[in-house]
């Protein structure tokens, strides 16, 4: 009886195969057939192209307008403010004042380049990466784990942990003052393990910086903060 | 560049806009008389493509104006702009203006336009370059920094090139 249904099972399934390559046919051309009837008309594909082409020309043409109008207007009825470089010009064309004004640009180049460090410098304390260090004592080793919270909204890149070690602290061997992190998603924390060999010097001196590429193609640096100690730190 | 900076200058950024009005007003007058009337496969495929490069100037001059400064000429600007689509790209209103005319030469489907469009992605060319000679000696290596970091028209290579300019990989 077993194998009777065994030997049928292939055949069955073959049938059901059949069957269901038949159904999605009919089922296609009961969905198709009307529209490609409908596409030998040569009249309605070229209503149907020239209605795309010319909607997304005026589209394409509205949202241009859309943008630039301002600049248009303004280009119309004149600029509701003249540039500063032509009032200086238009005032005198003595080598004096040219210079005076050469050194007002050079002077607002410096200012703008001071306050784009500045900003930089904020947007890395408002991008909301967090680092934090903590240290404790492993047998005769110092283990510092440096944890980064990707509390941002973008995703950083090519995260590095860059140890600033003071005098009487050594790295251990198989362990590097460096280490690469790679990439930290949103929301997400990463942790730099280093092993640190202890000759006399004090463990909360270690500095060092964090280094990532932010959402901009800018490279973003944080310093690491001081160590929190755990446990004791002296040797018994 | 903060909004309050920005808001404060003119929009005084004529020279994009003109040439756009130029550029469209010549191909505009083109594909009314040159229009493809076969309507087979290709046609199809041709205004598909079209449809795409279409899309691509809307996303790109609506990202490009995300920025006020956007519409400031170059030479007042305070500060040069480097984020949203200006982290990849340095030109965007280039860039649409350049897949529109592509898009025009897939929709019209005319040697017509074959003999025009480069003539004003030129143009584009040439008019980006003048911005970027003015914006390099308004803020010098900054602005070295940034043109090495981005493409002038197009996006690829974005990753790769943040890695070249950032310093990574010096140890």
Redesign the interface.
Known sequence: MLSVIISSLPKSTMLMQNDLWDDIQIFLHLLLDPLFAALQDEGLRGTILSTVIWSFLVICGLVFVVYEFPSIINLLTGSPSTPIRRQLKTVSASRAKAATASAARHQLSRDKTQKERERRAKVVKEAGVRVAAKIEREGALLRLTIDINNGSTSKIDMVIVDLDIPAGINVDVGSFRMQRLGSINVGEMKSANFRLRPMGGDPLDIGGHVEFLGASYEVSIIAIPVPETIGEMNDE | MNDSESKA??????Y???I??MN?AVL?SL?MTN?A?T?GLW??IF?GA??YF?MK??RL??S??EFEAT?V?P??R??FL??GIY?KIRHPIGAAAIY?NI??LC?VRSFALVTVIPVFIALWYIYAAYEEKILVG???D?YRE?VR??SMFRGSGY?Q???A????DM?
């Open positions: 200058e003119a929009d005084n950024n004529y994009p806009a003109l756009a009005i469209f505009l594909a229009m009337s309507v046609d199809f205004v079209g449809v279409s100037f809307i001059v609506r490009a104006h519409r000429s030479k007042d305070k500060t480097k984020e982290a529109m898009a025009y929709f308004r803020f010098g900054e940034y970091a981005t990753d090139q943040r890695l300019s950032s310093g990574y140890y």
